[in-house]
């Protein structure tokens, strides 16, 4: 069993937390006087701290308690909220699985937070002896990608089952691109492990990029932690108006879900034919990792014509990331790899 008192940076343990004006009363009607707000406008008043409206909404649609709900500026704030609470600087450590998505060793880089870095095996799992090996004690965070950015598999269950079991300290499986896999979510799995931390995200599936709105699904041990160390006002009001409406249309959401997945499915059929390409990953996301002659040159000449894709070579050779766009865009992008020359 773990304790998470042991894992909490005394600083923050021994923290209190900025009291916002509206912590005390939250009520919509009344004269406020009280946060030097300018009484006239239309965005005059600072948003609710703890985005309520949103969380309800949330937690009708995913059958979870506001109380296990935090919400960051992007899930890229809850990652950085995380390495704060739990991460004392040139002391403890993280653990990351590379390839993986970027901003976590940005992040433990910005927050002077060492790294463990266990590799993922050729097939993209993680090598599990090797994690287990290395699970030690000043490892306080293990950052897990399902399905993977940028490889766009999904880790095995039973690997990151072992190591939710036996790690001692808090296991973060970060589910950006879960809407678009038929796999099944660690969501409803909170409850059994008190060191899960589910994120998920509405800038991918719930098309909301712009608006920054992250989402972790926890105890409510670690969402009070969250709670006590983010910025008051994390998330704007038009923001948290945004993040409501994307949940209204649950249907259209769904069908655009439906949609990017066909797309993906063309676009391998498609790709797999051109000489150039060598071979494309299997992909529970809405982006396919390819394996090309030559990243770099493809790359350069796919810009030459304005149509940008991720180059992956550094952390998979010659690999480039292309994210499934409109059907139009698509086309675009096929026509322009079969005027590359290597
Ligand atoms: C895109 C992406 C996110 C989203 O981050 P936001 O800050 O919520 O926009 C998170 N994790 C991974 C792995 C991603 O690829």
Request: glycine residues 2%; positive net charge; charged residues 25%.
């Amino acid at each position: 069993m773990i304790d998470l008192n042991k894992l909490i940076r005394p600083n923050i343990k021994a923290l209190r937390p900025y009291s916002s004006a509206r912590d005390e009363y939250s009520k919509a009607a009344g004269v406020f006087l009280d946060a030097n707000e300018n009484p006239y406008g239309s965005l005059n008043r600072y948003p609710d701290p703890y985005q309520k409206a949103l969380k309800e909404t949330i937690s009708t649609l995913r059958s979870i308690e506001p109380k296990n709900i935090f919400l960051g500026n992007g899930s890229d704030e809850i990652i950085d909220l995380l390495y704060r609470i739990f991460c004392e600087p040139g002391i403890d450590k993280a653990m990351i699985f590379p390839p993986t998505y970027s901003m976590y060793k940005v992040s433990s880089e910005i927050n002077n937070v060492n790294l463990v870095e266990v590799p993922l095996t050729p097939e993209f799992q993680l090598d599990i002896k090797t994690v287990m090996e290395l699970r030690k004690t000043e490892v306080k965070l293990a950052f897990l990608c399902s399905p993977n950015n940028p490889t766009g598999n999904t880790l095995f269950t039973e690997d990151v089952e072992l190591l939710l079991r036996n790690f001692m300290g808090i296991v973060v499986i970060d589910e950006a691109y879960i809407e678009f896999s038929h796999k099944e979510s660690w969501l409803k799995r909170i409850h059994e492990f008190p060191n899960l931390v589910v994120l998920q995200t509405f800038s991918k599936a719930y098309a909301l990029a712009a608006a920054r709105i992250g989402v972790a699904y926890a105890s409510q041990e670690i969402i009070s932690l969250l709670n006590k160390v983010k910025p008051p006002y994390n998330i704007s009001t038009p923001n948290q108006v945004a993040g409501i409406k994307a949940l209204a249309i649950k249907k259209k959401t769904e069908r655009y879900i439906k949609t990017i997945n066909e797309e993906k499915e063309k676009m391998i059929a498609r790709l797999k034919v051109l000489d150039l390409v060598l071979e494309i990953y299997p992909s529970d996301t809405n982006f396919l990792l390819i394996v090309v002659k030559d990243a770099n040159k493809v790359y350069k000449q796919l810009i030459r014509q304005k149509i940008i894709v991720r180059n992956r070579n550094s952390v998979v050779s010659n690999t480039i990331r292309i994210t499934i766009g409109t059907p139009d865009e698509n086309k675009k992008l096929l026509k322009a790899l079969k005027t590359i020359t290597l």
